[in-house]
């Protein structure tokens, strides 16, 4: 701003020697300093004739600059687009794995619970017919048994197509089976094995109808070939 009020201050002295009818050139030194001062300000000098660089650049960017901001910034965007992409998959994976993880151990609590207060009663089905306490590998039926407690049921394990549900009788007799509930999904095979007395067996045979076995394996094939095996009590284990 300096600049700027110098040269027309020296605008004003070039029209006043002009009215008086002197030739209009100002003092060497004055038309070095006016050059120097119309250099550093965005003026245009009227003794020189010279305009300043910064008044020079002030008309915007070259080609050459725009083509060079725009690929820089193509550049940040790749980039930001593949990390978001990255961290998208990232926490789908997870949130897949988790829940895998979650319903591994509802399974697993379920039949532990289940099993843990299986009783060796005989029941009856809804039209009055004998059961044993300990039913398995019947169609579809992979093992049922009587669960004790304050409210005794009588628990069915199947595995209906590609899901492990448990369909439960509200009472031990006389009562019919209620809603299945899925407890795991994506099960390709499902194998289970006994342990009675002292021997593992694949089949139950029991000359007894109120014998349960001592523990029980259950292994769950699910799809993509992966085997998880588990093992439970039942009743007390003895």
């Known amino acids: ?22 030739d209009g050139r100002p003092p060497p030194r004055q038309d070095r300093y006016c050059d120097w001062r119309c250099q550093r300000t965005a003026c245009s ?4 004739g010279k305009g300043s660089a910064m008044n020079a650049r002030s008309s915007g960017f070259t080609l050459v ?9 193509a550049m ?34 379920l039949l532990i619970s289940d099993l843990g207060q299986a009783v060796p ?19 579809n039926l992979l093992f049922a048994f009587v669960r ?22 509200p009472f031990v007799d006389g009562a019919l089976p209620g809603s299945p509930v899925v407890l795991a ?12 007395k002292s021997d593992w067996q694949d089949d139950w045979a029991s000359e007894r109808t109120d014998a349960i076995p001592k523990a029980l394996e259950l292994t769950l094939t699910r799809q993509g070939g992966v085997s998880v095996v588990r093992m439970f009590l039942v009743g007390t284990g003895e």
């Not at 809804?126 to 039913?135: N, S």
Request: glycine share 8%; net charge positive; aromatic share 6%.
């Open 76 to 109: 940040l965007a790749a980039a930001g687009v593949g990390l978001l992409s990255s961290t998208v998959r990232s926490q789908a994976a997870s949130a897949a794995r988790l829940a895998d993880v979650s319903s591994e151990r509802r399974l697993s609590a």
């Open 1 to 22: 701003w300096a600049g700027r009020g110098r040269c027309r201050q020296w605008r004003a002295t070039l029209e006043l020697e002009k009215d008086n009818g002197t």
């Open 65 to 73: 600059e725009v083509v060079v901001a725009l690929f820089i910034f």
């Open 185 to 196: 999904k994506g099960v390709e095979r499902a194998r289970v094995r006994f342990r009675y």
């Open 148 to 169: 004790g407690g304050p409210k005794p049921q009588h628990v069915e394990i199947r595995l209906e197509r590609d899901a492990l549900v448990r369909v439960a009788a």
């Open 45 to 48: 000098c009227p003794v020189t």
């Open 121 to 139: 009663r005989v029941s009856r089905d809804e039209t009055g017919r004998p059961r044993p306490a300990f039913a398995a590998n019947q169609g």
